[in-house]
């Protein structure tokens, strides 16, 4: 196995051994990105001296007769969302194309006391809104299973830059499925956790009640360790929940037989390609193979979680986006010829079209007489959702679903059709209006394109989740095929 195709729990057992270098595995991984960077756009910026540099410490560190941490010195990404010092931090957006952060991400700032080698900071969704990389400002995305397809989004460029090898591991964001649907999409392991388990602090917001930053990686171990080195209360964040702290890894290695997994009565999945619901349901006879009983959950206002979802998060853009105002930092526009052309102007020229939608369609429904019958509305079935999600979990230990209803679709295929669109999420929402963790695992392929299987589990269930996760993997032992570069 490629140095840069290997997860980084192993890698940091060769390098124990004396097997391999830091250096040159820090080597291999900047080779590789810069060997398919053109063709895959995963990149919004790249530091390959900043990842060799962070290597030659570890090695430093290692010969001097000290313990490595698991990421220490590993070459890692992070999505364009985060801020971290003296780089830019684009958020995908035009508007804030020469933005350089001042200051540094609680996760990434967390990531740093691991010893990380800050790769590079890839490619997204304006403002994390959208489900393909392709209302980046700056182009899309592409799938390294297939360069004609979408990798997912909005964090589409962390999944491609962890499926092609252009980095260990990486870390994106969630607000409706943002990690778990390309995860998916390109055949890795991503996992939304609780929210309030991964500060927020210095993460662009989009929905603020919503959003939740996670990690992207090779393999469920790999998802626990990055967990590991990211999650933890954080004061500067009033979200940030006080939860002790975990070690993720503690329960990898058990198996399934008297697991409960749950299946949603009322989900829908004449909705998803003949391909996925095939996938899915052979990964519940796999389960079931395992020892694992399947058992059916009622939530019976599933069916109106894409609806709620897409009231609750424009009207949080709404407001969030309201700081792009050409006054303070991002663009302003030069024509303006006073304060009311100046917003105008600048978001105009800055925002790209979805963007514009999002806040439109916020802003919308957060006005006068519209608020009780769209805004308060969704709040209350949101509510409902946690309730059931609660009752749910009474019964089972996981609930299992598709990620997405369709493989990767075609880059431009969905031009010009947002509920098309939005609803390539619908599996992956109720997670984020309950506030649970999910993780998109490797299930199969439809043809040539992955197909992940989800698992949610209940709130602060992190640890049960990945110990299910990994077994789940293990029975599978998925045998991946070429990729397409």
Known sequence: MKLYHTPIHLLHQQRQKGQVSTLEIAQAVVGRMQATEGQLHSFLSTYPDRALEAAKQADQKQAQ??????????PIAVKDIFAVPGTRTTCGSKYLENFVAPYESGVTGKLAEAGYGLVGKTNMDEFAMGSGTENSAFGPSKNPWDLSKVPGGSSGGSASAVAAGQALAAIGTDTGGSIRQPA???GIVGIKPTYGRVSRWGMVAFASSLDQAGPMTQDVTDAALLLNAIAGFDPRDST??????TDFTARLGENLKGKKIGVIKELDLSVADPAVVK???ANLELLKKAGAQIIEVSLPNIAHAVATYYVIAPCEASSNLGRYDGVRYGERSAEAKNLLELYEQSRDQGLGPEVKLRILLGTFALSAGYYD??????????NLIRAQYKAAFAQVDAIASPVSPTPAFGIGERAGDPLKNYLADAFTIPANLAGIPGISVPGGFAGQLPVGLQLLGEHFGETKLFSLAHAFERELDLQKPPLAL
């Open 65 to 74: 007769g000290a313990q490595l941490g698991p990421l220490e010195g590993m």
């Open 184 to 186: 998916s999409f390109t």
């Open 240 to 245: 940030s929940a006080q939860e002790p702290a």
């Open 279 to 281: 996938v899915f349901e």
């Open 373 to 382: 019958a769209y805004y308060l509305k969704a709040l209350k079935v949101q």
